[in-house]
């Protein structure tokens, strides 16, 4: 005869068993919450590095092409840099014309040096007259 079940069926366990599987459902429960909170961490993880990785692609494609701006300090020094070959060009036009900036310690300055090298060269010319002389006698012995 089969068994007909309603509110008021019993059922007949031993309370070991029934608090086994009370704490079978609870470890269960919450090994099943520990391992879905992994993944929304992990997942919400990769989305911030996606987004970190995407920007920095971004700025190392843009940022050589100049796309992004540059730093004051680059903008400072392209500046100088153009402002110099400016008074290069000046400069280079001015000595090739013949009229360089020439002030009278330059003057000086010149002069000291057309004086010093005289003064070696004839300094040589003494040497090279003596080392001759000396390799004439010893010919000559």
């Known amino acids: 005869m ?58 190392r494609i843009k940022w050589p092409r100049g796309e992004m701006g540059s730093l004051p300090a680059d903008s400072e020094q392209f500046m100088l840099i153009e402002h110099l ?15 360089a900036p020439f002030d009278q310690q330059q003057k000086l300055t010149l002069d000291f040096y057309e004086k010093r090298i005289a003064n070696l060269e004839e300094q040589i010319e003494k040497l090279k007259d003596a080392q001759m002389e000396m390799t004439h006698k010893k010919l000559v012995q």
């Open 85 to 99: 070959s400016g008074e290069l060009e000046k400069l280079t036009a001015e000595i090739q014309t013949g009229k």
């Open 2 to 59: 089969p068994t007909k079940l309603n509110e008021n069926t019993e059922v007949a366990l031993p309370l070991r068993n029934l608090i086994s599987m009370v704490a079978a459902a609870s470890v269960a429960t919450w090994a099943y919450f520990g391992i879905i909170e992994r993944l929304n961490q992990i997942e919400t993880n990769y989305h911030m590095m996606s987004a970190d990785v995407e920007q920095n692609t971004e700025f």
